[in-house]
């Protein structure tokens, strides 16, 4: 079966720092990834997906992820956290073309 | 305007009182899932439909079980609820193609007392 592993718990930066989460994913065949952001007693928002082609994918408010087969990573970042930021975000891979198997999260905290 | 609802909010029950909880999509959207989620837990999935093919994961709890009437809504059903179901449950939909993005509603918050 995937797996998804996202080493950090927690995160803390402050507004206007860079910021990346790492994420590595355990799969035989090309990995279908996403990164979803989880606000506080709300549903998941998608940011950003990888299926093929360009392993650099744009995402919503001014994420990116990169996608490196030889190291199993699917690293999300922005290059300046803004206080709304703060949030949990998840790593997930889809598996058999229908289910997604998420990590255990990141909880970002932004310091002004 | 929400794509994805679900009711109620936040529901209280009572340990082995049942309970349902709704899900209703205005996206006509093929696929509809629930998951399970647990406090500081990442999002786990109890079982999906592909219209109205039933999938369940091989190790959801029989306690629960799911109804889909029509396209647009879909039901969980918690026969009898233990103190361990107290969760957030999440609903999502999807198109027919794999590729196509899953979008989540806002969450049921259960309280088992």
């Known amino acids: 079966a995937q797996s998804v592993t996202q080493p950090d718990i927690h995160i803390t930066v402050s507004e206007g720092a860079s910021l990346e989460l790492r994420c590595n994913y355990s799969?035989?065949?090309?990995?279908?990834l996403f990164w979803y952001v989880q606000s506080p007693g709300q549903g998941l928002q998608l940011l950003l997906k990888y299926f093929s082609g360009d392993t650099l994918v744009q995402g919503i408010k001014g994420f990116e992820a990169e996608f490196k087969r030889s190291q199993s990573s699917f690293n999300l970042r922005k290059p300046s956290v803004h206080w709304s930021d703060a949030a949990e975000y998840f790593c997930a891979v889809m598996e058999y073309g229908n289910k997604l198997v998420f990590g255990a999260g990141t909880i970002l905290r932004v310091k002004s | 305007d929400a794509m994805v609802i679900q009711n109620p909010r936040y529901q209280v029950t009572q340990f082995g009182k049942p309970v349902t909880l709704s899900c209703s999509q205005t996206?006509?959207?093929?696929?509809m899932y629930w998951y399970q989620q647990k406090s500081s837990q990442a999002p786990k999935l109890l079982f999906h439909?592909?219209?109205?093919?039933?999938?369940n994961e091989a190790d959801t709890p029989d306690n629960f079980q799911s109804r889909r009437p029509n396209t647009s809504f879909c039901f969980l059903d918690i026969r009898s609820p233990g103190l361990g179901d107290a969760a957030m449950y999440l609903c999502?939909?999807?198109?027919?193609?794999?590729?196509?993005?899953?979008?989540f509603g806002p969450g049921t918050r259960l309280t088992v007392l």
């Open positions: 799969y035989g065949a090309t990995p279908y």
């Open positions: 999502a939909t999807r198109g027919g193609d794999f590729t196509d993005t899953q979008y």
């Open positions: 439909y592909y219209d109205k093919d039933f999938n």
């Open positions: 996206l006509n959207h093929n696929v």
